[in-house]
């Protein structure tokens, strides 16, 4: 009955979404989870703040009217009950930002250009030195699907995107090419993490890279 | 710039690592959810800069609830209409109490369909969206609107007939 009025709408829906052109802006999805968990903890320190204050108001107002030594034990319960103060005041990104940002596509590079030596890749990586033999084995793996050391010792990444998850840790969009079969990895996400006084890929995305040429099931545990 | 704790971020049952695989969990499914998401939030609103704030928000539900979500794709798609559904709420609200205020903006290129569908009750217009747009079954349109099937199809037949009066007087 309505198919006609249907076929049309979905061409006026289909019109209308063409021109619409969303840009994701992850650094303003973070911003707003971190400003949600600021929140929460201003409200649970305030709500601390309310149940010592009141606590200790009706333990006072209890020890007036009363001389049988309970009414510390009201304020005092209401304090012992009440876990470790959270802080609100954790760092959302590292002091030097830029410095920072340099230093993690610096770590990206050494951990996945095909030319980098071995050295450059160990230091680069959250417990690198155990992920040298799975190197290994993720090359020959590699060769067996056709991709040839030269190939392999081409590979460059691109760092698309850098958001900060707090001082210490950030996620990283990047993309890995090898000569002679494009863009192996788009806009894929890994992890930065700072650790032994610099920042480094962290070892869960170092093993997540090498787990996709079948090399290992699971990754060692980092150290 | 403080050096990381050992155990961040790889070793499981660390609170950290918790937290960062979450973030990453959510920006994963944030490049690959995003524009749908707002084409679907501009179609329900009318407005591309209020659709990518609702949907920001929705993204926002989906962090807080993402340990107790089974399907975050599905949960995010509902967390976008009911967040559209609120707003229009609110906008119907200030309407109503500014008895002079404009007309909505209509697109300067005129597109009548749109502008019919615009004019529909939430429901009717969020179940045709996702039947046309989304193109999810019934079933699905009903758990998101919290309705049975048969009122999703009374919803969209009804909805039709209404886009037909206006583009077919």
């Known amino acids: ?223 | 710039m403080a050096a990381v704790d050992e155990a961040a971020p790889f070793i499981r049952g660390d609170e950290k690592a918790d937290e960062v695989e979450l973030a990453g969990s959510l920006v994963d499914l944030y490049y690959e959810s995003y524009g749908r998401m707002v084409r679907l939030a501009v179609l329900l609103t009318g407005s591309q800069p209020a659709a990518e704030d609702l949907v920001h928000d929705a993204f926002l539900r989906v962090h807080r609830h993402w340990h107790r979500v089974e399907h975050p794709k599905a949960y995010l798609r509902q967390a976008v209409v009911n967040a559209c559904r609120s707003s229009a709420r609110r906008v119907d609200l200030e309407r109503s109490v500014q008895a002079t205020s404009p007309p909505p903006i209509v697109s300067l290129e005129a597109d009548e369909m749109f502008d019919a569908l615009a004019a529909l009750p939430h429901r009717q217009r969020a179940a045709l969206v996702l039947q046309f747009y989304e193109d999810l079954p019934q079933s699905e349109i009903a758990e998101i609107l919290g309705c049975r099937e048969g009122t999703v199809a009374s919803l969209v037949h009804r909805g039709l007939a209404q886009l037909r009066r206006v583009v077919e007087p």
């Open chain 1, 1 to 223: 009955m309505h198919r006609e009025t249907a076929d049309a709408l979905k061409r006026s829906l289909d019109q209308r979404t063409r021109r619409v052109d969303p840009r994701p802006d992850v650094d303003e999805l973070l911003r707003r989870v971190q400003a949600r968990a600021s929140r929460r903890q201003h409200l649970a320190v305030f709500a601390i703040v309310l149940v010592l204050v009141v606590g200790t108001a009706v333990g006072f107002l209890i020890g007036q009217s009363s001389t049988d030594g309970r009414s510390a034990s009201v304020s005092i319960a209401a304090r012992d009950s009440i876990g470790p103060t959270p802080n609100a005041d954790t760092p959302l990104q590292p002091d030097d930002v830029g410095a920072a940002m340099s230093a993690i596509g610096t770590a990206f590079h050494d951990g996945f250009d095909g030319a980098s030596p071995e050295s450059a890749r160990i230091a680069a990586t959250q417990g690198g030195s155990q992920m040298v033999q799975l190197w290994h084995d993720s090359s020959e793996f590699a060769a067996r699907f056709g991709y040839t050391a030269e190939q392999i010792a081409g590979t460059t990444i691109v760092v698309r995107d850098i958001s900060f998850i707090d001082a210490t840790h950030a996620i990283v969009r990047f993309t890995i090419t090898i000569p002679g079969h494009g863009d192996v990895l788009v806009d894929r996400i890994g992890y930065a993490v700072f650790t032994d006084g610099r920042w480094k890929i962290s070892s869960r995305t170092a093993c997540d890279l090498v787990s996709l040429t079948g090399a290992l099931k699971d990754c060692p545990p980092s150290s």
